[in-house]
């Protein structure tokens, strides 16, 4: 029998929300694991590494050829780790070392149009993956989820927001002529603009 003035359960409201968050964190990281493993596939026949991914995306979304010191803050490691990255990328002919115009003692980073071209189909290997994920989810689900995940991740919608110049790098350095020909925010995208903003 239930004590007068007490609730019928123990749990209190406090401790219901955590453990409702407590389950969200868990769907968020086992979300998270799906899409590394589904994109780490997608980038095996490139040749490229998810690290080297996050580099080569880091350098092009860069207004202007980056500095070594600048890609190691962007990716939050020592430049040590940026020099082995560029390395392999500069081998495999996707970015180039460039002597800054203004000092001969800085050297950048820019991408070439092999990098291009490998940016491309790692964005298509990304909308592969995201579509996989969301595909369980109809087109309203998904405009849902992506605003959700845009409050999440403290992000703009407006879609052609993370490059300066706009979308001409992610289509391979042609803007589409509208946002109708540019990818449904409905789609892929979502997932892989939560992804962008590690």
């Known amino acids: 029998m239930t004590s007068p003035g007490l609730p019928e359960s123990s749990a209190t409201p406090a401790s219901t929300t955590s453990d409702a968050d407590g389950v969200l964190a868990e769907q968020l ?17 490139l040749g490229i590494t998810p690290a080297q991914s996050r580099l080569l995306r880091v350098v092009a979304h860069s207004d202007t050829p980056p500095r070594m010191a600048d890609v190691a803050r962007r990716l939050e490691v020592v430049p040590r780790a940026v020099t082995t990255l560029v390395d392999a990328l500069e081998e495999g002919g996707l970015v180039r070392r460039v002597a800054d115009p203004d000092s ?26 995201a579509e996989d994920i969301l595909s369980p989810l109809t087109a309203t689900q998904r405009a849902q ?3 959700l995940l845009a409050t999440l991740v ?7 927001g993370h490059h300066p110049h706009g979308p001409e790098l992610e289509y391979g350095g042609h803007a589409p002529r509208s946002k109708q020909e540019a990818p449904a925010h409905s789609g892929a995208d979502p997932v892989e603009d939560s992804e962008r903003r590690k």
């Open 29 to 45: 990281l086992r979300l998270t694991r799906r899409l590394n493993r589904i994109q780490k596939r997608g980038l095996e026949p």
């Open 145 to 147: 989820f992506g605003a």
């Open 104 to 129: 001969r003692r800085v050297t950048r980073i820019e991408v070439t149009e092999n990098g291009r071209e490998a940016l491309r189909s790692m964005r298509s290997a990304r909308r592969g993956a």
């Open 154 to 160: 403290g992000g703009a919608p407006e879609y052609y």
